[in-house]
């Protein structure tokens, strides 16, 4: 048992009112023999006590079990998600790995839910070296189907890396193949000459913060080698790589991005002889943000491309590719560097063609399924009169038929008869079907976290925690072909739209919102 796994199972068992008795074995990695020990755990009958793990102080406890006053003193918690230990052969997981890490086979294909409401779950499409899609290994002589070769040397060009005697003869002093990776070579005999040989895979990050992601393993090589990603160095093996799998880590905060990434690794051969390289292991996590996998992600701080004095591109960080990308007519939403709470935001001036659309695609056509789209605005639209150009326009799926076929969700909307004195309130709507109105002021050029949400029959909508929801018929909100606008009409700013299409809980809806809030120092 390591040191932060015991931390967390004393954590577990503390607030037990009767003692605890835990057998201890210790061993090392130079096999001496171990040693074993109990120990009583008593104490911490009190709920209030031994919060030191989940908490930044330590609640004391009284000879009787009782909580005493006091701060206990501050800690840090070394097995929160900054900086999980790993024990496996894949290394540490460093900052933001999800808890548990990676081990031998590359992290837990099960999803499991982290702090705050985020959801870890396993990165699909990495490989070891020399194995078929099921993990393995090839026969002798078989092209790597997973990592594509390219070098200088006019001798092994590639893209084609085979796969070199497996589980017979390598060459002397190298570490063997294993029973689930094989060395890859630029051809089968592993010969080769002074050149570098770069072994390229990839692999896709869908619906995940790509700020969480995180890659460990264990690799060799003949003669050095280095690892990159998305162009970027990340890890280094010198010379002699060739004799042992050492581990290496991608940590939390590197170059990932949703959509695909690369992972390559340059081989330097120091003269003609024998080259390769071994991924022994390979695996990875990153979170599914709150649970449920985005199909938008609009971050104006991410993504943005500009040209003839507004933005031309507004890039989708889900990577489902849902883009944003302004109507062809003048003038083009703009590019605010510096806005809600110290961000970027994308600015509208209220003009109905002011705006972003985004093309329907199977990941937006959500059936009759649940679904979320969540966003931060601030916006000062005056009173509405009832043509939609003054609604202002946070997220509307149509065809521009004016018939509303889709999720729409708009910043102010007249209430009252039509043609009348009309009050505003932010709206969404299901089809052709309205719902109450959220009654709080949202128009007063403040920011808010705006949202709707449909579970069953059931819309919710949400300004600033408070929400307001009406029972609706189970429309079919697809209408392919029907894509989505944002920002016409609307007098302000966006600065974040995500959208979920999946079952998104009240929690999970609190927890979203109050992160947004957070993160936009509001």
């Not at 209030?48 to 009787?64: F, N």
């Not at 329907?360 to 009169?385: E, F, I, M, Q, R």
């Not at 043609?419 to 309205?434: D, K, L, S, V, Y």
């Amino acid at each position: 048992m390591t040191y932060a796994a015991l931390e967390r199972f004393v954590a577990n068992v503390l607030h037990s009112p009767e003692p605890i008795e835990v057998t201890m074995r210790a061993r090392n990695a130079m096999r001496l023999p171990v040693f074993s020990a109990v120990v009583t755990l008593a104490c911490l009958g009190s709920a209030a006590c031994g919060r030191a793990v989940d908490d930044a102080a330590t609640v004391d406890c009284g000879p009787d079990g009782s909580a005493m006053a006091g701060d206990g003193g501050a800690r840090n918690d070394a097995t929160s998600d900054a900086g999980a230990s790993n024990d496996d052969a894949g290394g540490d997981s460093d900052a933001g790995a999800p808890d548990g890490g990676t081990g031998d086979t590359g992290g837990s294909d099960a999803a499991s839910t982290n702090d705050g409401g985020a959801t870890s779950t396993a990165i699909a499409g990495l490989f070891s070296t020399g194995v078929d899609a099921t993990g393995a290994p090839l026969a002798q002589g078989s092209v790597d189907p997973h990592y594509a070769l390219a070098s200088s040397d006019p001798n092994f060009p590639g893209p084609s890396a085979f796969v070199p005697q497996p589980n017979g003869p390598l060459p002397a002093g190298w570490a063997s193949d294993t029973t689930t990776s094989n060395w890859t070579s630029v051809a089968a005999n592993t010969s080769g000459d002074q050149a570098v040989y770069t072994y390229t895979t990839t692999f896709t990050l869908t619906g995940v913060d790509p700020a969480t992601a995180n890659i460990a393993g264990t690799w060799a090589c003949a003669d050095s080698c280095t690892m990159s990603l998305n162009g970027v160095q990340i890890a280094a093996y010198a010379d002699p790589a060739w004799m042992s799998a050492e581990p290496f880590s991608i940590p939390a905060g590197s170059p990932f991005h949703n959509g695909t990434n690369t992972l390559a690794v340059a081989v330097t051969s120091a003269g003609t002889a024998s080259t390769g390289v071994q991924i022994v292991t390979i695996g990875g996590n990153a979170n599914v943000p709150f649970g449920a996998p985005y199909v938008v992600w609009l971050d104006a701080a991410k993504g943005v491309t500009q040209s003839d004095g507004g933005v031309s591109v507004w890039a989708d960080q889900s990577g489902h590719g849902n883009d944003a990308t302004p109507f062809p007519t003048q003038p083009l939403p703009t590019y605010t560097p510096v806005s809600i709470g110290g961000l970027p935001t994308m600015h509208f001036d209220g003009d109905y063609v002011d705006a972003f659309g985004i093309a329907d695609a199977p990941s937006l056509d959500w059936g009759t399924d649940d679904y979320a789209v969540v966003l931060v605005a601030k916006y000062t639209n005056a009173t509405p009169d009832d043509s939609p150009a003054t609604w202002g326009t946070l997220w509307d799926k149509n065809c521009g038929t004016g018939t509303f076929v889709g999720a729409a969700m708009w910043g102010i909307y007249p209430t009252g008869d039509p043609g009348g004195n009309q009050t505003t309130a932010m709206t969404a709507r299901a089809e052709n079907h309205q719902i109450a109105q959220v009654p709080i002021t949202t128009d007063d050029g403040n920011p808010h976290v705006l949202a709707m949400r449909r579970t069953g029959t059931t819309l919710y909508v949400w300004a600033d925690g408070v929400g307001s929801s009406g029972q609706v018929p189970l429309d079919d909100v697809s209408q392919t072909g029907c894509g989505v606008d944002i920002g016409g009409a609307l007098q302000g700013d966006i600065a974040e739209i995500i959208a979920i299409h999946g079952t998104v809980s009240d929690a999970t809806m609190s927890a979203l919102e109050q992160s947004l809030r957070t993160k936009y120092g509001f």
